[in-house]
């Protein structure tokens, strides 16, 4: 509380190996002054990273969170001798990883419904919600969150350039593994 300058403090949180990961978080604190905010974030697009505002603090900020959702359900695919490591390893890299490195998780479901995302929470959502209450995680996709994801892929994206936003993705994809292709594997 007493701290000089407290207005200008934040947490920038880096993905790693920073040199690489281009995405940073911004933590302001309910004190941080929202110009000194804004500087930073200018700041770091300047120097080519890629800022993502958090609005709020949590443990793990979103990056660790979505990594360490997908970790937990390894684990479990692993001891539950569904899979094994390498099999999750490659269904990552070779395909999750490989969409997710073009376009993200809610683009990706997006794209991958015909009528966008409420068309796949409708359809998917109750699967979904089976597979987390497996674990013992109750988290329902509500209507209302529904829309509210839904009006945000809208503005991004309205529903008559979606196959367009498809053939690009189909498009960047098919580059990726080309490039993939041609490089040697170790």
């Given at each position: 509380a007493d701290l000089p300058?407290?207005?200008?403090?934040?947490v920038a949180h880096p993905g790693n190996p920073p040199f690489l990961i281009r995405v940073v978080e911004i933590v302001p604190a309910?004190?941080?002054?929202?110009?000194?905010?804004?500087?930073a974030a200018d700041l770091l697009r300047g120097a080519g990273m890629a800022p993502v505002m958090?609005?709020?603090?949590i443990e793990g900020f979103v990056f660790n969170r979505l990594q360490g959702a997908l970790l937990r359900e390894a684990y479990c695919l692993v001891r539950d001798g569904v899979a094994t490591v390498d099999d999750v390893d490659c269904i990552v890299r070779d395909g999750l990883g490989l969409r997710w490195s073009i376009i993200g998780?809610?683009?990706?479901?997006?794209?991958?419904?015909?009528g966008g995302i409420e068309s796949h929470a409708q359809k998917m959502g109750p699967a979904y919600a089976r597979m987390g209450a497996e674990r013992g995680q109750h988290d329902p996709w509500t209507p209302d969150l529904v829309a509210k994801v839904a009006a945000a892929r809208r503005k991004l994206l309205p529903l008559e350039r979606w196959a367009e936003r498809v053939a690009w993705r189909d498009r960047k994809l098919?580059?990726?593994?080309?490039?993939?292709?041609?490089?040697?594997?170790?």
């Open positions: 300058g407290r207005h200008r403090v934040l309910p004190f941080t002054d929202p110009a000194c905010t804004a500087r958090v609005r709020k603090e998780p809610f683009e990706t479901v997006d794209l991958n419904t015909q098919m580059s990726l593994i080309r490039h993939r292709k041609t490089e040697p594997s170790e």
